[in-house]
C-alpha cells in the first residue's frame, strides 16, 4: 500500500512541475523576444541555437521544426535541462533515485495508522462518497466529465464489484490518477496519428532530440573509436538544483504525508484529473500554437488552462535555475556551438522572471528568431 501512494505522490510531482508561466512581459528598453525556436550569436564564436519544448508536442515534429535537422550536423554541444543519461533512460535513475529517497524518508508510522480509515471511506458505498463529501457540486460536476472522457466507470466496474455511473467514486484512490495518465497519453498519440499522421507514440520533444543525438554519437564513435563522442551533452540542472525544485513544488505532497486524509486525497486526485482532461482535450490547440512560433501565446494558454499551476513568480522553477544555467551556457556556447533544448518559459521573459535570451542579450549576444 506505500508503494501504491508513492505512486501517487510522484504523479503529484508530475501534475506539479509542468505547469508554464504566465505570458511574457517586456523588459525596460528592450524588444520582447517571441517564439520557440532561436538563432545565438556573439563575435568571436560560432552560431549556438535554443528551441524552446513544451511537454505535449509530439517528438516525431523535431523534423518539422525549420533547419533543426541540419542545425545538429553543425553543433557540438546541446545543453539541457538534465544530461542525456538521464533523458534516454526511462527511469531517469539519478533523479528519480533522488526523489524517491526524499519521499520515503518521512515517519510513515502515522500514515500506516491512518491508511485502512481513509481506504475504507473511498470503498463504502453505504453512505456519501468521499467525492461528495469534499467537492463542491461545480467540482463534482467537472470530475464527472473526466470520468465520462476516460469512460472511467466501465473501466473501474471492470475491476471490482461497483457498477453504475458514479462507479470510479469507490474505486481506490490510487487506481485513478494511474488511469487517466495513460489514456491521456493514449489520447494524445491518436490525435497526432488522426491529424499530424505520425506512426509512434508521443514521446517528449526533447527526449527525440536526445535521442537522434545519441545516435549520431554511435554512428561517429564506430568511424572514430578513439575519439570522444561528437556531440557533448551538458545536464544544466544539478541534483542540488532538482531536489530544490521538488521542495518548492510539494505544498500539496507534504499536506498530504501530514495529514493523511480522504479529504486531501480527493483534493489531488480532483486537481490532476481535471489537468489531464484539459491538456487531452485542448492537444489540437496547443499543437497549432506552437507550430505557429507563438511562445508568448502558448505560455499563456498553458498557464490559463484549469488547475494549471501557475509558477508567477516561483523563483525556484524558474528564475534561480535561470540564473544557475547563466553560470554554464556562456562558456559553452564560446567553447562550441551549442543548442539549447529547454522548456519554453525558460527562455521568454515573463512578469516574475527573465527569460535566459534575454540575458543573453545584455552580454552582447544577437538573438534572432527562427520560428
Known amino acids: 500500500m506505500k508503494t501504491r501512494l508513492l505512486r501517487l505522490i510522484l504523479f503529484a510531482v508530475s501534475v506539479l512541475v509542468t505547469g508554464a508561466a504566465p505570458l511574457a512581459a517586456q523588459q525596460k528598453g528592450q524588444k520582447v523576444l517571441d517564439g520557440v525556436f532561436f538563432k545565438i550569436e556573439k563575435k568571436g564564436q560560432k552560431p549556438s541555437y535554443a528551441l524552446g519544448t513544451v511537454h505535449y508536442v509530439h517528438g516525431d515534429y523535431m523534423h518539422e521544426i525549420p533547419g533543426l535537422d541540419s542545425i545538429l550536423g553543425t553543433i557540438t554541444c546541446m545543453a539541457s535541462e538534465m544530461g542525456m543519461e538521464e533523458m534516454i533512460h526511462p527511469d531517469q535513475q539519478a533523479t528519480m533515485a533522488s526523489l524517491i529517497a526524499k519521499l520515503q524518508g518521512f515517519d510513515s508510522s502515522k500514515l500506516e495508522r491512518e491508511m485502512p480509515t481513509v481506504m475504507q471511506e473511498f470503498l463504502d458505498t453505504t453512505g456519501i462518497d468521499a467525492y461528495t463529501r469534499y467537492l463542491t457540486p461545480q467540482q463534482l460536476d467537472s470530475l464527472d466529465l473526466v470520468a465520462d472522457y476516460y469512460q472511467l466507470n466501465d473501466k473501474v466496474a471492470s475491476m471490482s464489484t461497483v457498477q453504475g455511473e458514479k462507479a470510479y467514486r469507490y474505486a481506490l484512490p490510487f487506481v485513478l490518477p494511474s488511469l487517466w495518465q495513460s489514456l491521456t497519453m493514449s489520447k494524445i498519440t491518436q490525435f497526432y496519428k488522426d491529424v499530424r499522421g505520425y506512426t509512434s507514440d508521443y514521446k517528449l520533444l526533447d527526449l527525440m532530440i536526445a535521442t537522434k543525438v545519441n545516435e549520431m554519437n554511435e554512428a561517429y564513435a564506430a568511424e572514430h573509436p578513439d575519439e570522444q563522442p561528437r556531440i557533448k551533452s551538458v545536464g544544466l540542472d544539478s541534483i542540488n538544483v532538482m531536489g530544490a525544485l521538488i521542495d518548492s513544488q510539494s505544498d500539496m505532497i507534504n499536506l498530504l504525508l501530514d495529514d493523511f486524509s480522504a479529504k486531501n486525497l480527493v483534493k489531488l486526485i480532483y486537481r490532476g484529473g481535471v489537468a489531464q482532461y484539459e491538456l487531452s482535450n485542448q492537444i489540437g490547440k496547443i499543437d497549432?500554437?506552437?507550430?505557429?512560433?507563438?511562445?508568448?501565446?502558448?505560455?499563456?494558454?498553458?498557464?490559463?488552462?484549469?488547475?494549471?499551476?501557475?509558477?508567477?513568480?516561483?523563483?525556484?522553477?524558474?528564475?534561480?535555475?535561470?540564473?544557475?544555467?547563466?553560470?554554464?551556457?556562456?562558456?559553452?556556447?564560446?567553447?562550441?556551438?551549442?543548442?539549447?533544448?529547454?522548456?519554453?518559459?525558460?527562455?521568454?521573459?515573463?512578469?516574475?522572471?527573465?527569460?535566459?535570451?534575454?540575458?543573453?542579450?545584455?552580454?552582447?549576444?544577437?538573438?534572432?528568431?527562427?520560428?
Open 288 to 371: 497549432s500554437i506552437y507550430r505557429s512560433g507563438k511562445g508568448c501565446e502558448l505560455i499563456d494558454f498553458l498557464n490559463e488552462m484549469p488547475e494549471s499551476d501557475r509558477v508567477y513568480g516561483n523563483d525556484v522553477l524558474i528564475s534561480d535555475r535561470n540564473r544557475y544555467w547563466m553560470t554554464q551556457l556562456p562558456q559553452l556556447m564560446k567553447d562550441r556551438p551549442t543548442l539549447i533544448v529547454v522548456g519554453l518559459a525558460h527562455l521568454l521573459n515573463t512578469p516574475g522572471s527573465e527569460g535566459i535570451l534575454s540575458m543573453l542579450q545584455q552580454q552582447g549576444y544577437k538573438i534572432t528568431r527562427i520560428l
